[in-house]
């Protein structure tokens, strides 16, 4: 079992008359991530409500915030027990089989556009066996062709952009994994969690996208960008792409600070808690299969 401490932080001005948030910063509840202590603690004096999405476990802080200065404090302690499988036993579902809650997560979308990359995606993967082995190609050819390099690009970039600048961050890596997936027909999805192990030369502690690819009736993790310890990921979302699922959604004039992010893994031989680390095995956040 892996236990991480999390904290989170984040800075506002908000100009008159006030703004709308909606946060997606608490741990979603998943099978085998469970939160055994948080607290939060917002600077103005307001209401606020957390909203739990039934069929992802997203859970979203909404509020609205008057003119002046906002502080956003996030503890949470989280408690990560995934299923580790062989990669070579697992197999690609047929769409003929996929649960109606999956399908979603084999069209394109408004930063993955798959329908643009099938004839790539068959170029450059049709001949690999399907399984695992050719989710895990695709994650290694895009980090051989992609570039992490900070500050590369905005809130609108695609997959397809990333393709053509061969740069980015997580968000532009995990973007382009999904939309490859999803251009042959394997359902992927966008998380979004916290760069455990991160190289302190990539810059400070921040949020972190990752990708979700369904196979053999789960979802499993992968981290295209390879810059982060996926045995350490805390997740806070699952959605299309990066616009279901942003730290942050904002409805008015707001002024921002980056905001500041410490995970730290508890290590306790003797209570079973383990240091996450780079795992050769399959990481799964589902324990019961819908399909074998």
């Not at 908000?14 to 600077?43: M, R, W």
């Not at 990066?242 to 730290?247: E, H, K, S, T």
Request: glycine share 6%; net charge negative.
């Amino acid at each position: 079992m892996i236990r991480i401490d999390l904290q989170v932080q984040l800075k506002y001005e908000v100009s008159a008359p006030g703004a709308d948030f909606i946060f997606n910063i608490h741990p979603a509840y998943t099978p085998c991530q469970k939160v055994s202590a948080e607290n939060l603690q917002i600077s103005q004096d307001l209401e606020w409500h957390i909203q739990t999405d039934p069929g992802t476990g997203n859970r979203h802080l909404r509020l609205q915030a008057a003119a002046g200065e906002l502080e956003i404090r996030y503890e949470a302690t989280v408690e990560l027990l995934h299923r580790r499988d062989q990669p070579e036993e697992l197999r690609e579902v047929p769409v003929h089989l996929l649960p109606l809650d999956v399908l979603q997560y084999i069209y394109p979308s408004r930063y993955c556009q798959s329908d643009r990359l099938i004839k790539l995606a068959t170029a450059e993967f049709g001949d690999i066996p399907a399984g695992y082995g050719r989710v895990q190609a695709i994650a290694k050819w895009i980090q051989s062709r992609v570039s992490f390099t900070s500050n590369t690009s905005t809130s609108t970039t695609s997959a397809v952009d990333t393709l053509i600048e061969r740069t980015g961050v997580c968000r532009d890596f995990t973007h382009l994994m999904v939309a490859l997936c999803r251009a042959l027909n394997i359902p992927a999805r966008f998380a979004t969690g916290t760069d455990y192990g991160a190289d302190p030369a990539l810059g400070p502690p921040d949020f972190h996208a990752y990708a979700e690819v369904y196979l053999s009736g789960r979802w499993y993790i992968f981290d295209p960008s390879g810059t982060a310890i996926p045995m350490g990921f805390v997740r806070f979302g699952t959605g299309r792409d990066a616009a279901d699922v942003a730290f942050a959604t904002i409805f008015g004039t707001v002024t921002s600070w980056a905001p500041w992010i410490r995970t730290t893994a508890v290590e306790d031989k003797a209570a079973g808690l383990e240091v996450p680390h780079h795992c050769e095995m399959a990481l799964s956040t589902d324990t019961d299969a819908s399909v074998s």
